[in-house]
């Protein structure tokens, strides 16, 4: 029935000369048939759900969001056709505001590129009417304040205030809100009934500068941190997405001054340990990207010296933690699901790359991980992780080289590379497959710099290592290894 009047509408609208403009009643007819046409592709729930279970208010948003998006194509051109047809410029109802706010990023944009390309335009427009609100106002003081402020108040972090600002002290009195259900359409309107909110908030976060996130970031605050930390896993996940952009915006003064550094190392950390089997393999995976790109931003914003110096930075004590909490102990809860592992080396090049050489601390750790990854029989099988793992030694190699030389590294370092090449040569489709050409050649630049490494040992006096005659013996065993080590 939507579909059939956004598409009556549409025909009567690009119909120009059947239309005759009324210049003295044009503009509230506008708005009106605006505000109608929004109504039928705006996901916004009208009835009651007070008696509804969470797990049908979840069904019944899925499914509006996804009836909407099918419409919305039809919808947002007839605006765009309405629009077309005024003899001046018209200020639209907040109300479809709000819709095309919801329409101008691909992920919720279910008529695609050409959607999106239509609802900037049309809500960039507004922005230019004469005594109508700029777009920092319409932000600020519409979006953050009028419209999500209202809908998150139920569902705010007891980590901070009302105003946006760390919590120093938290009330043991459970208050009326938190008497409520955790999940209901009263306390979070903005997942079950109103499901503009959340591309809302993306929108704020991709249209504010930083000038404008450094004045007004309490509004932000609340409805990002809420975001984060809810149970469902796409929302949970587009909460981080939208935080680390956030972040990546927000003055590095601000965040330490204001205690908020803390506040969102303690709500994206908990996201690290989503690992199966409590949850599913697919969902861990789509949360834990997210989760460490926005603790990585956060780790760069640290202060790079401490009152011991760079060593004691925290800085490097946060990258620690990534580290520690995050790879290493992932990898012991989750290493037997391949993907969670390849995810885990990815991030691992990652947090090497940030450390440099403070990073020779987790030596112990970290090359048998690595090893053991590398030298499983079966892990041509699963070629990404293993692609990932042989990126994470070479970051090893980068950043620990001072203490690998002479150490109980270098040879485990060196049996990783041998197996993990021997493993390849065995596999049926090594010869002719170019994933484990691909591989292979990156065993090789690891065998290389690994060799480079070696002869820093002792500065080219008799402490150097020459990798080739180091390995000679084997080489000699298995013929097949003199490419891995080539002697120049």
């Known amino acids: 029935m939507a579909r059939t009047q956004l598409l009556s509408v549409l025909t009567c609208l690009r119909c120009k000369g059947r239309i005759t403009p009324e210049p003295s009643t044009d503009h509230e007819a506008v708005k009106e048939l605006a505000l109608n046409i929004t109504k039928l592709i705006a996901p916004v729930v009208t009835q009651d759900q007070s008696e509804v279970s969470n797990q049908d208010l979840l069904k019944n948003s899925q499914a509006l969001v ?3 998006q099918a419409n919305s194509g039809l919808g947002i051109a007839a605006l765009e056709a309405l629009m077309k047809q005024t003899t001046t410029a018209v200020r639209l109802e907040d109300e479809v505001l709000y819709t095309l706010v919801a329409y101008t990023e691909k992920p919720q944009t279910g008529g695609g590129r050409e959607t999106e390309a239509i609802a900037n335009p049309l809500l960039e427009q507004q922005f230019s009417i004469p005594d109508s609100s700029t777009k920092e106002q319409f932000l600020t003081e ?3 304040q009028t419209y999500l402020r209202p809908l998150f108040s139920k569902s705010k972090p007891a980590s901070i205030t009302t105003s946006g600002r760390k919590a120093e002290y ?18 979070k309107p903005w997942k079950y009934t109103d499901m503009r909110a959340t591309p809302a908030v993306a929108w704020a976060v991709r249209e504010a500068d ?12 609340p409805v990002l941190l809420t975001l984060a930390d809810d149970a469902t896993t796409p929302i949970r996940r587009r909460g981080l997405l939208i935080l680390a952009d956030f972040l990546a915006k927000f003055p590095d003064k601000t965040l330490h001054g204001t205690g908020l550094a803390q506040v969102f190392e303690d709500a994206i950390f908990p996201t690290l340990s989503y690992l199966p089997s409590l949850t599913p393999e697919e969902e861990s995976v789509e949360l834990l990207v997210p989760a460490y790109d926005a603790l990585l931003i956060l780790a760069k914003k640290q202060p790079a010296v401490g009152k011991d110096g760079i060593a004691g930075a925290p800085k490097n004590g946060f990258l620690d933690r990534m580290l520690r909490e995050g790879v290493l102990g992932g990898y012991f809860h989750a290493k037997d699901h391949v993907r969670i592992v390849e995810v885990l080396c990815q991030q691992t090049v990652a947090i090497l790359d940030e450390m440099g050489v403070h990073a020779v601390k987790h030596l112990k750790d970290l090359v048998p991980m690595l090893s053991t ?6 892990a041509p099988v699963a070629p990404g992780t293993l692609f990932s793992a042989i990126k994470a030694l070479q970051a090893v190699l980068t950043n620990c080289w001072p203490r690998i030389p002479h150490s109980p590294w270098q040879d485990e370092i060196i049996n990783a590379l041998v197996l993990s090449w021997l493993h390849l040569a065995e596999h049926s489709h090594a010869a002719t497959d170019k994933t484990y050409a691909r591989l292979q050649q990156e065993l090789v630049t690891s065998s290389r710099a690994l060799a480079a490494v070696l002869k820093t040992a002792g500065d080219g006096t008799a402490g150097a290592v020459d990798l080739s005659l180091h ?8 013929p097949r290894l003199a490419a891995l080590f080539p002697s120049n």
């Open 471 to 478: 390995v000679a013996p084997l080489v000699e065993k298995d």
């Open 373 to 378: 990854i590398m030298t499983d029989p079966f």
């Open 170 to 187: 938290t009330d043991s009195a459970p208050s009326k809100a938190e008497s409520m259900p955790d999940e209901s359409a009263v306390t």
């Open 210 to 221: 930083n000038q404008l996130i450094a004045k007004h970031w309490p509004l932000f605050i």
């Open 142 to 144: 519409t979006v953050l």
């Open 66 to 68: 996804e009836q909407c």
